[in-house]
Nanobody
Framework: QVQVVESGGGLVQAGGSRRLSCAASGRFFSINAMGWYRQAPGKERELVAGITTGSRANYADSVKDRFSISRDYTKNTVYLQMNNLRPQDAAVYYC???????????????WGQGTQVTVSS
């Protein structure tokens, strides 16, 4: 019903930048929110940034001054601009889409496969 595909991961040096993209496709009525989570080896998955209807965004404190999330409503796509990357940012980044299939349906979470971001020092 809802497909979520991330892209943009890769290897970047500390201090560099990277932009992640996440596109939602398939059959759905509307998207309430989109967000980025990340999980490093041995760590729990954490919310990096989220954006809701009306482009209301929130960030983890660790990335607030460096990352920026944006949403393209036309393309059903969310972006995560990552600047001044640190080795601590290295993780698999997952895109989350909170959507409903029709107007009276419950909102459900849909996840992408994840994209690896590696930061070298």
């Amino acid at each position: 019903q809802v497909q979520v595909v991330e892209s943009g991961g890769g290897l970047v040096q500390a201090g560099g930048s990277r932009r992640l993209s996440c596109a939602a496709s398939g059959r759905f009525f509307s998207i309430n929110a989109m967000g980025w989570y990340r999980q490093a080896p041995g760590k729990e998955r954490e919310l990096v940034a989220g954006i809701t209807t009306g482009s209301r965004a929130n960030y983890a404190d660790s990335v607030k001054d460096r990352f920026s999330i944006s949403r393209d409503y036309t393309k059903n796509t969310v972006y995560l601009q990552m600047n001044n990357l640190r080795p601590q940012d290295a993780a698999v980044y997952y895109c989350n889409v909170n959507a409903r299939r029709w107007w009276n349906d419950n909102y459900n979470d849909y996840w992408g496969q994840g994209t690896q971001v590696t930061v070298s020092s």
